[in-house]
């Protein structure tokens, strides 16, 4: 049975990538046992030599002890949602070293998996990290968190990367769901290896030429094609058809433990199947938002607790219900936010933050709710207005606290009045022009206006467009 693990670190000198939830090499563990019937009560834990195992009746979740690797997850008859299979590659990682039951009751169960840095180590990675999973009464589901620590006496180090990631069973999920949009059957995993596919300007570009399922030849599959923004990125997952469609979902709460703000493009499902959160990333922006620790520098971050959804319908109807259940389960984890559960004295419930509001003077008035204690700086845009607002001091933030700043004056800039603009400053390219994909790379999940902008390879239809001279050029 393949693990799946709850922390994967991979250090680069002084650099860092942090990968939750990361398929790791095949372990045997003991079989857990079935379930218990969905009418029981409470949640129960059982801890083993080498494993835990956590059950609410609903939902079963199996992790290595005291690596952190979730081994299994069972749900609606399903022995394993989770991609398992002998000789699998070790893709690295961190494992933890103290394992420790925060609390068990039969309203709910936390674990924590932690280890910290030894500098006696080589490549001991800078941080003490603390992996959390929490399983409540009667919840269809688990929620993940993690609490980052750098002490002002170790050395200094970048975060790159910082992600939950899911692989999941491969020959049980098939229909992948990224928004109302974009969803459908998906290849597998195995179309993108040559000969049955090849690789084009970037390796996660793949043109699929011979896939085990005609309908995907001569499709591109790259796992930015279903990236999204932050604001729009609080659902995802896979369905699995046969006699029960099973519905895995990785639900986004909020984007207050998110880097990059609310226009943050990032990756979400993908060919594998997988389903990612990202909760730090450099993907569309570079090494401008690599997380960077000072040496001597004390850092500590909360990410998380995010919410794996399962759903099943035993009736066999569409996989939109269990869409749009997902949906509906979205919405009700983000009203229930601050969560009151978690254990963690660093994850501040709602009477621990504030609130900031104002009237900013060019459109409407604000309120911010839900504000951990701390200082923030405050940046404001409108849409179709130039420029940026930015409050001159920083905002300070109390428990408890509420915030009024007043009104709030934004200049836009500007030298004199408008003579021309190209396009409308709204922080969106929705307006420009979008050519043709080629047809030899097109995707027929991108064939609407709203999505053919997602199609591979559109920088390169300039030429196509233009052969000989830019017509905009002044010989033109």
Same mark, same amino acid.
Request: proline content about 7%; aromatic content about 10%.
């Given at each position: 049975m393949?693990?799946v693990q709850i922390l994967?670190i991979?250090?680069?000198t ?16 003991p ?7 969905r009418?029981?009560?409470g ?7 080498h494993?835990v195992?956590?059950?609410?009746g609903?939902?079963?979740?199996s ?6 690797q979730?081994?299994g997850?069972?749900y609606a ?7 398992f299979g002998e000789?699998d590659e ?9 394992f ?10 936390e674990?924590s ?10 490549n001991?990675?800078?941080?003490t ?11 269809s589901?688990? /929620? ?5 620590e750098h002490a002002?006496n170790w050395?200094a180090?970048?975060?790159t990367?910082?992600?939950l ?9 098939n229909?992948?769901?990224?928004s109302?949009?974009?969803? !459908?059957?998906?290849?597998?995993? &195995?179309?993108?290896?040559?000969p049955?596919?090849k690789q ?7 043109l699929?030429l ?5 309908? +995907?030849r001569g499709e591109v599959?790259?796992?930015y094609?279903?990236?999204?923004d ?6 995802h $997952?896979w ?5 029960v469609p099973?519905? +895995?979902?990785v639900i986004?709460p909020s984007n207050?433990?998110k880097?990059?703000?609310?226009l ?10 997988t389903?990612l959160?990202m909760f730090?990333g ?6 401008d938002i690599? &997380?960077?620790?000072?040496?001597g520098?004390?850092w500590k971050?909360?990410? $998380?607790?995010v ?6 319908n035993?009736? !066999?109807?569409?996989?939109q219900a269990l ?6 389960q979205a919405?009700a ?5 601050p ?7 660093d994850f ?5 933050? $504030? ?9 409407d008035n604000?309120a911010i ?16 207005i130039l420029?940026? /607002?930015m409050?001159a001091a920083?905002?300070t933030?109390?428990?408890? $606290?509420a915030?009024?700043?007043?009104d709030?004056v ?5 030298s004199?009045p408008t ?5 409308v400053p709204?922080?969106s390219a ?5 050519p043709?994909?080629n047809?030899? /790379?097109?995707s ?13 390879g559109?920088?390169?239809? /300039?030429a196509?467009?233009?052969p ?7 010989s033109e």
């Amino acid at each position: 049975m393949a693990a799946v693990q709850i922390l994967q670190i991979a250090a680069i000198t002084s650099s860092l990538v942090l990968l939750l939830l990361q398929p790791v090499a095949a372990t045997m563990v003991p079989p857990a046992p079935a379930p218990r019937a969905r009418g029981s009560v409470g949640v129960t834990l059982h801890v083993q030599r080498h494993q835990v195992l956590v059950d609410n009746g609903v939902v079963q979740v199996s992790v290595s002890k005291p690596q952190g690797q979730i081994t299994g997850v069972r749900y609606a008859g399903e022995r394993n949602l989770l991609h398992f299979g002998e000789g699998d590659e070790n893709s690295g990682g961190l494992d933890s070293t103290e394992f420790r039951v925060v609390s068990s009751s039969e309203e709910q169960v936390e674990l924590s998996f932690r280890s910290t840095y030894d500098p006696s180590r080589f490549n001991s990675v800078r941080l003490t990290v603390d992996k959390r999973l929490v399983m409540l009464r009667g919840s269809s589901g688990f /929620y993940c968190y993690a609490i980052l620590e750098h002490a002002d006496n170790w050395p200094a180090l970048n975060i790159t990367e910082t992600r939950l990631a899911f692989k999941l069973n491969t020959a049980r999920f098939n229909y992948m769901a990224v928004s109302d949009g974009i969803q !459908r059957y998906m290849p597998r995993a &195995a179309d993108r290896d040559p000969p049955r596919g090849k690789q084009l300007a970037y390796k996660e570009a793949v043109l699929l030429l011979n896939p085990l399922e005609p309908q +995907f030849r001569g499709e591109v599959d790259d796992k930015y094609q279903y990236s999204l923004d932050n604001k729009d990125n609080k659902v995802h $997952g896979w369905i699995g058809g046969g006699p029960v469609p099973v519905g +895995f979902w990785v639900i986004t709460p909020s984007n207050e433990f998110k880097s990059g703000g609310p226009l943050k493009r990032e990756l979400t499902s993908h060919v594998g199947p997988t389903s990612l959160t990202m909760f730090l990333g450099t993907h569309y922006v570079g090494n401008d938002i690599v &997380a960077k620790i000072d040496d001597g520098e004390h850092w500590k971050k909360v990410m $998380g607790p995010v919410f794996i959804y399962l759903n099943s319908n035993p009736s !066999r109807g569409s996989f939109q219900a269990l869409w749009e259940d997902a949906k509906a389960q979205a919405e009700a984890e983000a009203r229930k936010w601050p969560y009151t559960f978690p254990e963690s004295p660093d994850f501040h419930k709602a009477a621990e933050r $504030g609130s900031v509001t104002g009237r900013l003077l060019v459109r409407d008035n604000f309120a911010i709710g839900n504000v951990l204690a701390g200082e923030y700086n405050l940046y404001a845009w409108v849409p179709g207005i130039l420029g940026d /607002y930015m409050y001159a001091a920083s905002v300070t933030v109390s428990a408890g $606290g509420a915030v009024s700043l007043g009104d709030l004056v934004f200049e836009p800039p500007r030298s004199g009045p408008t003579l021309w603009e190209i396009g409308v400053p709204d922080r969106s390219a929705a307006e420009f022009f979008i050519p043709d994909p080629n047809p030899k /790379y097109l995707s027929k999940l991108f064939l609407t206006r709203d999505n053919k902008y997602r199609q591979y390879g559109l920088w390169d239809r /300039y030429a196509d467009l233009y052969p000989r001279t830019d017509p905009s050029s002044p010989s033109e």
